[in-house]
């Protein structure tokens, strides 16, 4: 006995002096949720800087520096100024090609001797009435030019579907009308007024025509919208301070690919039709217009326009005024009046000096290619794989319910321990999902109006990235219940069966959901 109380010590003695894990290892041992957490985290991080194209614009090297702040329009004769005439208004139909029929407003100046110019106003995004462009149209009316407002036709305008093309031949049709069956009207001095996303529209009717005589062309894109609308994001994100890592999710929207019909218009060139126009240009922009490439855009027109041997091309910028060339929501007058000298001024104001004059543009980065997701982060295919992940989050919820109903005395569906924590981590990952779609919703009505909140921007990206790491915290919970409810140690009470399906869709739902959270930037990378 005294012997085995001897045996016995000495291992005792043994462990007593065996080294005991330290540092990392040791907490690791004590910690290992902790442990699987981190790793979740970087992962997820890591995953979110590998998934999705990078987002690293050029520096916009090249400038243009007007050669006088004077905006005005040099003539060879005084042209009238904005209210000399006044303005007779109406309401008339056009027969278009297909024998649809658009109204159109018609103004007119009244008193005006002789044949006078006229101007067919294209629409851009988000106006399409024959109403529109009341202002614009009135004050260059008064100086003795006819003005043609027709109603856009949107049957086949939607947000996923545009024609350019046709809606030049609507605009076509119009323009014939102005010409034709207009009285007072100049045919040889008659042209066209687009605006934004008109400015797509109007080299196409220039170039199908050969009486038209002269386009103006307010706040052009130029470029593709799909460049172009990643260009403004990155401008309107960096003017509010957004996070980096938001700033470089822009190609992984702006760059999805949903087919190829859909969205089909955003990579229209418009370069094609530029090249071939031989007419007076006159471009307008606001320097506060952060949507535009102000600077490339010019740059861009004036090298199409050199294709066809033409260097007639007018450029002006407003101080402070925005997309529309308004000065806090007032029509900047000026630009108004300059575009009518121009017009009444032509021939002679095609190449007058200053072909470059007004505010000072700015544009810190060049528009280019966008750069387009993986096949799993691109259109419908994306949308699946988030659908799949939400559905099954939810139903995770539902599913739980029967964790808690009995037949004979049985649990319809025995989660053991994971019963709770499935739904805590459903919950937390839904909540995740939510803040962040909202932050990002906050950011883009912020980025839209110009305004600036930092508690918005900075303290809203905090606590989107809290909630989505809480929800990987509780996920790991979830992870850890499901690997111990597996374990052959608990023989028949281990989940099985219907619970150990539920249990795997449950962590397939949820994971994705996670990762498409890590996909959009919301876990911090190391690289």
């Not at 649809?100 to 629409?123: E, K, S």
């Not at 859909?262 to 060139?269: G, Q, R």
């Amino acid at each position: 006995m005294a012997e085995l109380n001897a045996v016995s010590a000495a291992v005792d003695g043994a462990e007593a002096e065996a080294p005991q894990p330290r540092g990392l290892k040791r907490f690791a041992l004590r910690h290992p949720r902790g442990i699987a957490w981190a790793v979740l985290v970087l992962l997820l991080g890591l995953w979110g800087a590998w998934a999705g194209p990078g987002w690293n614009p050029q520096p916009m090297r090249t400038l243009i520096v007007p050669e006088t702040s004077d905006t005005s329009i040099t003539t060879a004769t005084p042209t009238p100024r904005l209210g000399t005439y006044e303005v007779k208004e109406s309401v008339v139909t056009i027969t278009l090609r297909d024998g649809t029929q658009i109204p159109a407003t018609l103004r007119v100046p009244v008193g005006v001797d002789g044949l006078v110019p006229g101007v067919v106003f294209i629409h851009g995004t988000g106006t399409d009435s024959y109403k529109d462009f009341s202002r614009e149209a009135k004050y260059i009316t008064s100086t003795g030019i006819i003005t043609l407002v027709p109603e856009k036709r949107t049957e086949n305008y939607t947000t996923t579907h545009r024609d350019y093309e046709a809606l030049a031949e609507d605009y076509s049709d119009a323009f014939d009308y102005l010409v034709t069956q207009v009285t007072g009207v100049d045919p040889r001095r008659s042209g066209i007024y687009g605006v934004s996303e008109g400015c797509f529209i109007s080299p196409i009717v220039a170039t199908s025509r050969d009486d038209v005589s002269f386009v103006a062309l307010v706040s052009a894109p130029v470029l593709p919208i799909r460049e172009q609308g990643a260009l403004a994001a990155d401008a309107y994100l960096r003017n509010l301070g957004a996070p980096e890592r938001l700033i470089r999710a822009i190609p992984r929207l702006i760059g999805q690919d949903f087919g190829s019909d859909t969205f089909a218009y955003i990579d229209f060139d418009v370069s094609q039709y530029q090249q071939r126009m031989t007419m007076p240009v006159l471009m307008l922009y606001g320097t506060a217009d952060m949507s535009m490439p102000t600077v490339q855009g010019p740059l861009i027109m004036r090298e199409d326009l050199a294709q066809g041997g033409n260097k007639d091309l007018t450029v002006r910028y407003y101080d402070g005024a925005d997309h529309g060339l308004k000065l806090n929501h007032i029509l900047d007058v000026q630009a108004m009046q300059d575009t009518a000298d121009w017009i009444n001024g032509l021939p002679s104001t095609a190449d007058a000096s200053p072909h470059i004059a007004g505010a000072q543009p700015s544009q810190t980065y060049l528009g280019g290619t966008v750069g387009r997701p993986h096949w799993f982060a691109s259109g419908a295919f994306a949308i699946w794989i988030l659908a799949i992940g939400l559905a099954a989050t939810v139903l995770s919820l539902l599913a739980t319910l029967l964790n808690k109903i009995k037949i004979r005395g049985h649990r319809v569906m025995a989660l053991r321990d994971c019963g709770a924590k499935v739904t805590l981590a459903s919950l937390s990952i839904l909540i995740a999902v939510a803040a962040c779609f909202g932050y990002v919703l906050a950011v883009a009505e912020l980025a839209l109006s110009y305004e600036q909140n930092a508690w918005i921007v900075q303290g809203g990206w905090l606590v989107a990235q809290l909630v989505a790491l809480i929800a990987a915290w509780l996920e790991i919970r979830v992870i850890f219940a499901f690997v111990k409810a597996r374990s052959k140690a608990l023989g028949d009470d281990r989940i099985h069966g219907v619970a150990n399906v539920f249990m795997i869709v449950t962590l397939i739902g949820q994971l994705t959901l996670l990762f498409a959270l890590a996909y959009w930037g919301f876990y911090p990378s190391i690289i």
